[in-house]
């Protein structure tokens, strides 16, 4: 199947600090999806990107569809103790088609 | 408006048993999808129901059957259970076909098997 390559795979920082994250792929994708996912839950939907170039907020998240339609980018700015989780990318070939995820970033957040 | 509901929760199965993973979404969604999700591989896809009467195979099937009840409900069963299948299960589901499409997913059920 195709692969996402997620990374950071991990992350540890300050409360208060800003957090980039991005998933690329070797192949062209028409829609990325970005997931939070905390401890015993399932992949909660962040944000949502169906055209190249396209930026798009969700409260302090900012997603971006990359111009290649390869890759993908997840900014939160002015991290917080409730960000600590762990973030996925998920990415669509064509409408219909499956979706294939990173392997998530981790993120700590700390006090 | 629940979205997408799995049960069990928990399970724990001994080798050579057989359970059925219930699922079922409440957003009249034609596409439902079964996930496997193991520590440091990611969400890899079992099998799917692009629609109401279809199932196809995703990446890891071996070991899995489905069935699509209705519009509203996707079942996984596993004949006989090993322990290559100790995971987290979950299901998903998203409107499929229409463009733009979002996935929803269920809250998981955590498997074990001894």
């Known amino acids: 199947g195709q692969q996402l390559n997620q990374s950071p795979q991990s992350m540890f920082i300050q409360e208060g600090e800003d957090v980039s994250m991005n998933c690329t792929s070797s192949?062209?994708?028409?829609?990325w999806l970005w997931y939070k996912q905390d401890p015993g839950e399932g992949p909660v939907l962040l944000i949502a990107?169906?055209?190249?170039?396209e930026l798009t907020s969700n409260g302090r998240l900012t997603a971006q569809f990359g111009i290649t339609r390869k890759d993908s980018f997840l900014n939160i700015s002015a991290s917080i103790p409730s960000d600590v989780g762990i973030y996925f990318c998920?990415?669509?070939?064509?409408?219909?088609?499956?979706?294939?995820f990173g392997t998530g970033t981790s993120l700590t957040v700390i006090p | 408006n629940a979205g997408v509901t799995q049960t069990p929760k928990f399970q724990v199965l001994k080798t050579g048993q057989s359970m059925t993973l219930q699922c079922a979404q409440d957003?009249?969604?034609?596409?439902m999808y079964w996930y496997r999700q193991d520590p440091g591989m990611g969400l890899r896809l079992i099998y799917y129901?692009?629609?109401?009467?279809?199932?196809d195979k995703g990446e890891v099937p071996n070991g899995y059957n489905v069935s699509r009840l209705n519009k509203r409900e996707f079942s996984l069963r596993l004949e006989s259970a090993a322990p290559s299948q100790t995971s987290v299960y979950f299901c998903?589901?998203?409107?499929?076909?229409?463009?733009?499409?979002?996935?929803?997913f269920g809250s998981g059920t955590q498997l074990s098997v001894l």
């Open positions: 998903a589901s998203t409107e499929g076909g229409v463009g733009n499409e979002k996935l929803f």
């Open positions: 192949s062209i994708f028409n829609t």
């Open positions: 990107l169906y055209k190249a170039g």
């Open positions: 998920a990415g669509q070939l064509g409408t219909g088609n499956q979706f294939y």
């Open positions: 957003m009249n969604h034609n596409s």
């Open positions: 129901s692009a629609s109401e009467g279809t199932t």
